[in-house]
């Protein structure tokens, strides 16, 4: 079975672009989380999608969204970028909605993000 | 507050030696999961271990155990026969419900353990 795929891996952008980011879950999988890693912030929550709907989101300025699409597949998009985004930018795969606090999450591999 | 607290920042453990990471939480939730990735320097996060707030016994994998002292509020990782491929960075995190009682995959997660494995 196919891990999560994220694209595209390494992305460079200009101060003041928007980007957008891709996470296919795991073939069956139907919640997808987004993280940011940074060194200075550590990993943070972004958002979660069950069902192409956004069940929870973390504390970041309006900037930051994303979408569910009806196959999981994940986008999260980033508009006026600022150098501070720089990060790894993490995407999780779940098979089922958290009803129950006790199965795993799978990474993908990130997108490494630099604003220059 | 919930939060996970890993007071390590870094270790070394020789080759063949068992290494215990350190991870406490706090939560006033009953119900929690309590999960330990891997991230070497490629980035991305594996997946090692799982134990929920009710398993009554240590999760293990491989040569992956969980102390899991509830009271205390710990749930260490110990990684026996540590090998050169176990350097990395471990992360322990923590699921719970959302505040309304209803579901989340949210993690969170501590600031991490860079364990270098010496030949």
């Known amino acids: 079975k196919a891990g999560v795929t994220q694209t595209p891996r390494y992305l460079i952008k200009t101060r003041g672009q928007q980007v957008t980011l891709s996470c296919s879950p795991i073939?069956?999988?139907?919640?997808v989380s987004w993280y940011q890693q940074t060194p200075g912030q550590g990993l943070q929550f972004l958002f979660e999608y069950f069902s192409e709907t956004q069940r929870n989101k973390g504390n970041f300025p309006g900037r930051f969204s994303g979408r569910q699409f009806s196959n999981s597949r994940s986008e999260m998009n980033v508009s006026t970028l600022e150098l501070g985004d720089s990060a790894l930018y993490l995407c999780a795969s779940s098979p089922l909605e958290g009803e129950r606090v006790g199965y795993e999450q799978y990474f993908g591999p990130g997108t490494r993000l630099t604003v220059t | 507050a919930q939060k996970i607290t890993q007071t390590q920042p870094g270790m070394f453990v020789q080759e063949k030696e068992a290494v215990t990471l350190d991870c406490t939480y706090d939560?006033?939730?009953?119900?929690?999961?309590l999960f330990w990735y891997k991230q070497p320097s490629s980035g991305e996060m594996i997946f090692l271990i799982y134990?929920?707030?009710?398993?009554?016994q240590n999760a293990t994998e491989g040569r992956y155990s969980l102390n899991f002292q509830k009271a205390r509020k710990s749930a260490n990782l110990v990684i026996s026969a540590s090998q050169l491929g176990d350097s990395a960075m471990y992360f322990c995190?923590?699921?719970?419900?959302?505040?309304?009682?209803?579901?989340?995959?949210?993690?969170?997660f501590g600031t991490g353990t860079l364990l270098a494995v010496q030949p």
């Open positions: 995190a923590m699921r719970l419900k959302m505040n309304y009682g209803g579901a989340t995959n949210k993690l969170i």
């Open positions: 939560t006033s939730d009953q119900s929690y999961g």
């Open positions: 073939s069956g999988h139907r919640s």
């Open positions: 134990q929920g707030s009710y398993d009554e």
